[in-house]
């Protein structure tokens, strides 16, 4: 009798309810971020048993912008989320260290601040009521013009889309008329004339079909930025142990495949860029080394107004 009571009573409850969560992107379906979401959530499902279902909705479907995701998943509009860390900085300053003008050098640069900051992210997350997942990088940065770029002078006066504050600071500095976009404007501003060159990496350039406005391509590298996903912690903690585990796993395991695969992404979307007639480039070390030297004011500056924990953050890493 007592075992006929309990699977009766088994059977009544039914299985647990599966965790539907919808993930807001910023980017094409086809941008890699895209495809690694996509990758990401995919596995999850598996693992889980179709337990937790993530949905991606790229191209900016669910109407968040870029500056508004981490609000967006702390206060539970979304239960995940992907955001480009140098887009927060309005709610928390540090997410903007990559973006700091001239601090990282190279992408393995890059990959090791990622390291060192890591745990200082992940607790940045949690105080906005959300965990890490994992990061992936953009590959290096550039700027796409109209013209030539031999020297300083040659960038005078150009307007440039510019995307935080640190970007647009630096192209201030060079003489140059930055105008603040997100990306969603910039293909329009580009049509109407409103700007004739933009900063950001290859595979963005590949998304807006840049050969069909601009002419020229170079590797600037003034700034890296970092994406990350992140899920509410009130939907994470929802889950059982064992599903949390699985994710958390899955999310370990992709991470580095995820940063190679932005690497391969440069490469390729480099060729494609090539091969419809644009012009790629290097910068001079000469002129590189004026903008690095024109921005280090720049820097000292911002990590003055963000005060002692960046700072100590920036000289952690400078000295490890």
């Known amino acids: 009798m007592l075992y006929r009571t309990i699977m009766l ?10 965790e539907n969560w919808d993930l807001p992107l910023a980017w094409p379906a086809e941008n890699y971020i895209s495809v690694a979401a996509g990758t990401f959530a995919g596995d999850v499902k598996d693992a889980t048993e179709g337990r937790v279902e993530i949905t991606l909705h790229p191209g900016g479907a669910l109407g968040f912008k870029g500056p508004e995701m981490l609000g967006a998943v702390r ?10 860390l140098n887009q927060q900085v309005g709610d928390e300053p540090l997410l903007g260290l990559t973006s700091l003008p001239y601090f ?15 745990e200082k992210l992940e607790a940045i997350m949690e105080a906005n009521n959300q965990k890490l997942l994992y990061t992936m990088p953009w590959p290096q940065q550039q700027i796409w013009t109209k013209t030539e770029v031999t020297d300083l002078a040659s960038l005078a006066g150009i307007k ?3 995307y935080d504050r640190s970007s647009t600071d630096v192209f201030a500095s060079a003489g140059m008329t930055p105008v603040q976009l997100p990306w969603g404007e910039v293909i329009p501003s580009l049509a109407a004339g ?25 590797p600037t590298r003034q700034t890296w930025n970092l994406n990350a996903v992140t899920v509410n912690l009130d939907n994470w903690n ?3 142990e064992a599903d949390q585990t699985a994710i958390t796993e899955i999310a370990d395991k992709l991470q580095p495949e995820f ?7 440069d490469a390729r979307n480099m060729d494609v860029l090539a091969e419809n007639g644009m012009t790629l480039a290097p910068i001079s070390d000469e002129l590189r080394a004026e903008l690095a030297d024109l921005a280090a004011p720049l820097r000292a500056a911002v990590l003055e107004e963000l005060g ?3 700072t100590a953050v920036v000289d952690g890493f400078k000295a490890r």
């Open 194 to 218: 409103a700007i004739d060159s933009v900063a950001t990496s290859s595979p963005s350039a590949v998304d807006g079909s840049f050969w069909e406005f601009l002419e020229y391509g170079y």
């Open 308 to 310: 002692g924990e960046a």
């Open 9 to 18: 009573a088994t059977l009544a409850a039914g299985p647990a309810a599966a």
């Open 238 to 240: 929802a889950l059982d």
């Open 104 to 118: 990282i050098s190279s992408f393995e640069e890059l990959a090791e601040f990622e390291d060192f900051f890591r």
């Open 75 to 84: 206060d539970g509009l979304v239960p995940i989320g992907d955001m480009l």
């Open 160 to 162: 440039i889309r510019s």
């Open 259 to 265: 940063w190679q695969a932005a690497q391969d992404e």
